[in-house]
């Protein structure tokens, strides 16, 4: 499984931006995938999710109303619509994907075996 992910730039405070992220392979609806971001000098974080069953959705705190996940299974993609974005919302975002997460995983690294190599968001005036 490979995936790539793209859409990232620069954009000022209350801009929007929508990531992309193209999985591999033919079993697609299978997998469930996140978003994770890194900020300089922060740790990693969930950012939100979307499972393969019923496309069940989750968000952090910090992007709830502020960001939509979804996905498109005929082209192989999960989408990051993000609005009214932050200075705070600055850093490296990843997609990463697993089949037979269960719902109490999704929020955790650890359940993600495939990751992308992460594309850059940077909001600033």
């Known amino acids: 499984v490979q995936l790539q992910a793209s859409g990232g730039g620069l954009v000022q405070p209350g801009g929007s931006l929508r990531l992309s992220c193209v999985h591999s392979?033919?079993?697609?609806?299978?997998?469930?995938v996140g978003w994770f971001r890194q900020a300089p000098g922060k740790e990693r974080e969930f950012v939100a999710g979307?499972?393969?069953?019923?496309?069940?959705?989750l968000y952090s705190d910090s992007v709830k109303g502020r960001f939509t996940i979804s996905r498109d299974n005929a082209k192989n993609t999960v989408y990051l619509q993000m609005n009214n974005l932050k200075p705070e919302d600055t850093a490296v975002y990843y997609c990463?994907?697993?089949?037979?997460?269960?719902?109490?995983?999704?929020?955790?690294?650890?359940?993600?075996?495939?990751w992308g190599q992460g594309t850059l968001v940077t909001v600033s005036s």
């Open positions: 979307i499972r393969s069953s019923g496309g069940t959705t």
């Open positions: 392979g033919n079993t697609f609806s299978r997998y469930t």
């Open positions: 990463a994907s697993g089949s037979g997460i269960i719902l109490s995983s999704v929020r955790s690294e650890a359940a993600y075996p495939y």
